[in-house]
């Protein structure tokens, strides 16, 4: 296999609480919670081993690009330790310690924020990371409680503790806890902020279980999968983690694309907006900052800020799962999707991308560098993701809306739809009865009632087939009454 | 004011303090079971073999596959049993079963020298079944005439007779869901053989002395041979009272075949597919109340949907009919109850223990009389309320009745009730796509275990020559705070700083004999315990004390790590002083508590009696707003007021309500079990089965604003220094989010409209019953709303 022999085969080191730590004897696909476990590290806990609880959550030192790093609390459970090769770890117990306890921990204690203590490692980092955030600031009016922007007066921002589950306290003093932390104190987490954090080594690990590469280049990384077309691809690994967990999975090879510049990049032009497949959601959300409102609305409700420190948009469309909170918003922004192998790149509608359950035209060789949004954008659009828990569920039916209103006529409607077919779709009939059209109540009656016959939902333990079609139609009649001229008038 | 319940001057317990272990979990110090795991690194890993199959015949076992993989080390299969197979105490549950009897249940365990190599052992051990009928539902089980254990009835006066006389008869079917425990650990043992050749065992159970006999029988050794530890827990909340066992005795079979440690840790997976739930019921009742809203007669009949084996049901069955009244006098009753039997998971203790399921259904009968009775729910409810004098349908007197009216004035005014309801009103009026709710609902909650012989406990307490002292006593901590008041009452005990007393985990070596850490009944029962260890102990220093002093030991009093006498003003002496001197006149410095509850009595036949010490009580107002375009709802405001006796622990306290509360709101809004009912190859599979398909509360889920009080000025004779128990009660202020939604609901249909609510309520069926209350003519129905509903017609609702 030539990309062995290209490759310097050193074993990884992780810094962790401010230590040196050799690899040692784990597993390719030892995930980072296994890893500390077997490492005297048993602060983090296993609760769901699918990213859903929290309690694994340790702090990571990532870039904030901007030129200093942000500790990020990221689900431990998810992540190969291989994958971490190189970077510096915080976990509950580098902290503090019983004795000399973190601002956070003496806040958690002080409170009655631990009763079972089992998830409380894992609420610590997540509640350190946003402790520390750099453009945590004090709120300068009184916080208005709107329904996705959760934020105490000391700017602390309650969804940075979405992925994190307790069974005991019923969170209000958490809540607390989070809201009478001051800034972050001076101290050697808080200057480590102003330099970049640590680069990642090409990292190639060889265990009987199998083999894990970090390609730092996107040539490398094509050309890998070129030789090794049914290599496994991870950015984030927030799904391969839970196949590895749940369903046991191993892989002969595994391959990190996360860190290649052409897919861990934000770019702006007058036409478009290009957004690097393997980028985290959460730093999406940052370099944003609003510029496309659609993914301002839905970036909150996609899974937890836990989940979104390490998830992409390429790992949301890779998978090609009918249920993905991104598709639906993607489509209606018309975005376009760019594919590359070794043999080249290819650009087309991310509305040709889906085939069929978990089918896409992504071929063999093939993966998504990025999305492009085109500009202009739509001047009215919403996300509406319709699931049992408000934070942190997966979608029975996400339908997204870009409509452009010009002189109170529909002159373009785009609408994407999850959760109601085999893969994401457009609602094309629903699209052609509104284009053209006032809006007015008559016209979204009328398509309401044809964008409820879109798609085939089928009923789960999610919801019944009636419930998601149902939806369909109500979502559009919410959006027109929160955006009617009637609701202006009010 | 009795010896148990009076409190000495300047005593520890009742303040706030943080839980004992809080500066451990927040450094990630606290230790459980599965990471002492981590310091036996030979342990071996057990893995479970599951069934495919709802019901099954097992026709042969193949394990030649398996034990080819490298890291497999044994299989165990009930060969390996040196006692009795079986896991429960009806024996009707074998450990290593020749039939499966539901899907997921655990046929053989691999053990592996690591995980991984025990999982794909387990994948590659070849069963051979022979699939068998499966009964899944409740309803199914109904139909079958499949039931298993006692079935029991409550009566009282003459129910049908009283019935047929009443003004107004409402009658239903109300069928509500079981909930998963969802505790953030899952279930884990660890066991070992030390140098004598004792069994010891890490369990993460709610009661070490019966994984002790259950590990006893299993390995046909006697109980003195086995020791078992629960360090803490990373939650239970019933759920580890008997399920817990099994594992335990894996773990101990395991290490005595191979000679290592062996590790068994639940996946949340194997958790949720494996072990029991909180019961579902289906219940149908008859209601009737006299024209101004007297409830004068109830008939009902209670399925408990059981699962494939007995487990806690019957006593489960048993404080859900002890519980169909909540805080309502009904002077005439009938109620059947019975449990049913099917291919499921063995459900089980969850915090509540039946009495959620039987207050559930009276309140739900609450909710649906009211408009029919054209009364507002809560006249209703505080109309039937138990007045003092007036007895339970089971024959006890409620003592202190005028509390249930003290609590309920109290969260009316706490929440300003009167003026939020003309708000909500005027809200509603207002808008007609998103409407509001305010309800207020009761709760009675009986405490002490109704099997009179489990209220009993014992503690050990050291005082060491240095005045340190050490306690040991026979319950666990799952985080609600039991050891943290412990060492309270030890320090109010002895006199002495709550830095001066030290906690050692609970093990059978060190307490024998002891009930589960279940029943809301932990802090009754070793409090009671522990202090009167610390009292023998008090005894004994005082006579000491009394001549260093120049007193008698009667008037020697110990306050804070100080010892003085009555009327000497010149000397005071330390703990320690007083300690080392009785040491050197060779005065016993340790003692063995005891506690049992008094005047307990319970005939399980009849099912009448006093089985309760006390009723423990509280009111809930809550407040929330649906949105009609998806039936999602959020609770904007919740307002308790709880009675825990005189606090032990305000701090501790208060988190067991809100914690209860917030628990209570995940069973009846959103944690939504479904079982594959089909006929389709995966009959009987869980279908929510992992935290991203089964959604417990989160941050989501928190009131907006929530206000919890504790009652002032509680003292409960019947308990250690005045207190009440606290760990159960609270789940069932939680009905008020439930009738809060019905409440919001109703303001979509006309006046006098009963609203139908499925449990839990999950925004599909508020959705849903959002759409009944339109269809019913509801007021100002928004014409896009019209259109939908005539294309998607209403499904038949029960």
């Given amino acids: 296999m030539t990309t062995s022999e290209s490759r310097v085969n050193v074993e990884p080191t992780f810094t962790i609480n401010g230590s040196e730590h050799p690899f040692g004897p784990a597993t390719s696909h030892a995930t980072a919670l296994e890893w500390l476990r077997d490492n005297r590290l048993a602060g983090a806990k296993e609760g769901c081993a699918e990213g859903e609880c929290g309690a694994c959550a340790v702090l990571v030192a990532q870039t904030d690009r901007e030129g200093g790093t942000s500790w990020t609390a990221v689900n431990s459970c998810l992540v190969p330790m291989a994958a971490l090769d190189g970077q510096e770890l915080v976990t509950s117990e580098g902290l503090g310690t019983p004795e000399e306890l973190h601002p956070v921990q003496k806040a958690m204690a002080a409170a009655g924020g631990s009763q079972c203590g089992y998830c409380t490692p894992g609420f610590i980092c997540s509640m350190a990371g946003e402790y520390y955030r750099s453009d945590r600031k004090p709120a300068e009016t009184e916080p208005s409680p709107c329904e996705h922007g959760e934020v105490g007066e000391n700017g602390f921002d309650l969804h940075s503790l979405s992925g994190n589950l307790c069974r005991c306290t019923g969170y209000r003093p958490i809540r607390d806890a989070a809201y009478s932390l001051g800034p972050a104190d001076v101290d050697s987490m808080k200057d480590r902020l102003q330099s970049p954090p640590p680069s990642y080594p090409s990292t190639d690990l060889f265990r009987t279980d199998g083999r894990f590469i970090r390609a730092t280049t996107l040539v490398e990384a094509t050309e890998l999968l070129a030789e090794n077309p049914t290599a496994v691809l991870v950015a984030g690994s927030t799904d391969w983690g839970v196949e590895v967990n749940l369903r046991a999975r191993r892989a002969p090879l595994v391959i990190a694309i996360d860190r290649i510049p052409e897919l861990d990049s934000i770019s702006f032009s007058d036409n478009e907006v290009e957004i690097g497949a393997a980028t985290p959601l959460s730093e999406i959300e940052r370099v944003l900052d609003g510029r496309i409102p659609l993914l301002q609305q839905l970036i909150p409700q996609f899974a937890s800020r836990l989940i979104r420190n390490r998830a992409t948009l390429g790992g949301n469309l890779g998978t090609g799962s009918p249920i993905g909170d991104s598709p639906p918003a993607l489509l209606s922004l018309e975005a376009q999707i760019v594919l590359v192998s070794a043999k080249g790149e290819r650009v087309l509608p991310l509305s040709e991308y889906f085939t069929g359950y978990r089918a896409t035209v992504k071929r063999q060789g093939e993966l998504i560098k990025s999305l492009r949004i085109p500009l202009p954008l739509s001047n009215l659009s919403a996300f509406h993701k319709i699931a049992k828990r408000r934070f942190d569920d997966i979608s029975s039916v996400a339908v997204a809306f870009s409509f452009q209103i010009d002189d109170a006529v529909i002159s373009k409607a785009v609408i994407g739809l999850g959760g109601v077919a085999a893969t994401p779709l457009r609602a094309y009939a629903t699209e052609q009865t509104l284009v053209g059209q006032p809006w007015t109540r008559e016209t979204i009656r009328r398509a309401a009632t044809v964008l409820a016959t879109e798609g085939t939902p089928m009923s789960d333990h999610r919801a019944s087939s009636r419930y998601r079609s149902i939806m369909l139609s109500s979502a559009l009649i919410k959006f027109y009454s929160q955006n009617s001229p009637e609701q202006e008038r009010k | ?798």
């Fill in chain 2, 1 to 798: 004011m009795s010896d148990l319940s009076r409190r000495p001057n300047a005593p520890i317990v009742g303040e706030s303090v943080a839980h004992e272990s809080a500066r451990l979990h927040v450094t990630g110090q606290a230790l459980y079971t599965d990471d002492l795991a981590q310091r036996a690194p030979d342990a071996l890993t057990a893995w479970p073999v599951q069934s495919p199959h709802a019901h099954a015949r097992v026709l042969s076992i193949d394990i030649s596959n398996a034990m080819a993989l490298p890291g497999v080390v044994r299989i165990l299969t009930a060969d390996d049993v040196p006692g009795v197979n079986d896991a429960g105490i009806k024996h009707d549950e074998p450990l290593f079963p020749s039939e499966a009897m539901f899907y997921g249940h655990a046929i053989v365990w691999v053990l592996g020298e690591t995980q991984d190599a025990a999982r794909a052992g387990a994948a590659a051990v070849v069963i051979d079944y022979e699939p068998l009928p499966s009964i899944i539902s409740v309803t199914e089980a109904i139909e079958a005439h499949s039931f298993q254990g006692m079935a029991r009835t409550i009566s009282r006066g003459n129910a049908d007779q009283a019935l047929a006389d009443a003004d107004v008869i409402v009658s239903g079917v109300t069928e509500f869901s079981g909930q998963e425990h969802f505790y953030l650990e899952t279930h884990a043992a660890l066991a070992m053989v030390d140098e004598g050749g004792q069994i010891f065992i890490q369990s993460s159970t709610q009661h070490p002395s019966e994984a002790q006999e259950i590990v006893s029988h299993v390995l046909n050794r006697p109980s003195h041979e086995i020791t078992v530890q629960s360090l803490r827990m990373g939650g239970a909340f019933g759920g580890k009272e008997m399920q817990s066992h099994g594992f335990a005795a894996i773990a101990a079979i395991g290490t005595l075949v191979t000679g290592k440690p062996v590790r068994l840790r639940l996946n949340r997976t194997l958790d949720m597919t494996m072990t029991g739930k909180r019961h579902g019921f289906h219940t149908t009742w008859n209601a009737g109340f006299s024209s101004d809203g007297r409830l004068l007669a109830l008939t009902a009949t209670l399925t408990a949907d059981g699962g494939w084996c007995l487990d806690m049901s019957e006593a489960v069955l048993g404080r859900a009919l002890c519980h169909i009244d909540n805080a309502y006098f009904i002077p005439n009753v009938h109620v059947d109850g019975r449990i049913s039997k099917s291919n499921k998971t063995s459900q089980t203790a969850f915090r509540g223990f039946g009495g959620p399921q039987g207050m559930l259904m009276i309140e739900d009968i609450m909710g649906r009389s009211a408009p029919v009775l054209g009364m507002r729910p809560e006249d209703l409810r505080k109309k039937n309320f138990y007045r003092d004098g007036e007895t339970t349908p089971y024959g006890m007197p409620v003592r202190h009745a005028h509390r249930i009216t003290d609590l309920w004035e109290g969260a009316l005014r706490n929440s300003g009730f009167v003026q939020r309801r003309k708000e909500v009103d005027t809200f509603n009026e207002q808008n007609h796509d998103v409407k509001r709710g305010l309800a207020i609902t009761p709760v009675k909650f009986g405490i002490s275990f109704n099997l009179v012989a489990f209220n009993q406990a014992g503690a050990l307490v050291h005082v060491y020559k240095d005045g340190s002292v050490l306690i040991s006593h026979g319950g666990t901590e799952m985080g609600q705070g039991l050891h943290t008041k412990m060492l309270q009452v030890a320090a109010t005990a002895l006199g002495v700083p709550l830095s001066s007393v030290k906690l050692a985990p609970t093990r059978t070596d060190k307490v024998p004999n002891t009930s589960a850490t279940a029943a809301s009944s932990g802090t009754d029962l070793n409090g009671g315990a522990v202090k009167n260890a610390c009292e023998q102990i008090i005894e004994r220093i005082s006579a000491v004390a009394g001549g260093m002093l120049g007193v008698s030991g009667k008037d020697v009093r110990f306050s804070n790590g100080q010892v003085t006498g009555l009327g000497v003003r010149d000397k005071s002496l330390s703990f320690a002083e007083v300690v080392l001197r009785a040491y050197m006149q060779r005065v016993q410095l340790w003692a063995a508590g005891f506690y049992r509850t008094e005047g307990l009595h319970w005939n399980a036949d009849l099912m009448q009696g006093e089985p309760f010490k006390y009723f423990a009580c509280g009111a809930a107002v809550t407040e929330v707003e649906i949105d009609s375009f998806t039936g999602a709802y959020k609770t904007r405001r919740v307002d308790i007021v709880h009675d825990a006796g005189d606090s032990l622990s305000p701090m501790i306290d208060i988190g067991q309500i809100e914690g209860g509360y917030v628990q209570g709101v995940g069973w009846l809004t959103l944690e939504d079990l479904r079982w594959d009912e089909s006929d389709g190859p995966h009959r009987g599979r869980l279908l929510t089965q992992s935290a991203s398909t089964y959604k417990i509360p989160s941050f989501s889920e928190m009131p907006e604003v929530f206000n919890v009080h504790l009652l002032d000025q509680a003292e409960e004779e019947g308990a250690v220094y005045g207190s009440k128990a606290v760990g159960e009660p609270p789940f069932m202020l939680a009905f008020s989010v439930r009738e809060a939604i019905r409440d919001a609901v109703s303001s979509f249909a006309p006046e006098g409209y009963s609203v139908l609510l499925a449990s839990p309520a999950t925004p599909e069926e508020v959705f849903w019953s959002i759409q009944d209350a339109r269809d019913a003519g509801g007021t100002s129905v928004d014409d896009l709303a019209q259109s939908l509903r005539a294309n998607y017609p209403s499904p038949a609702r029960p």
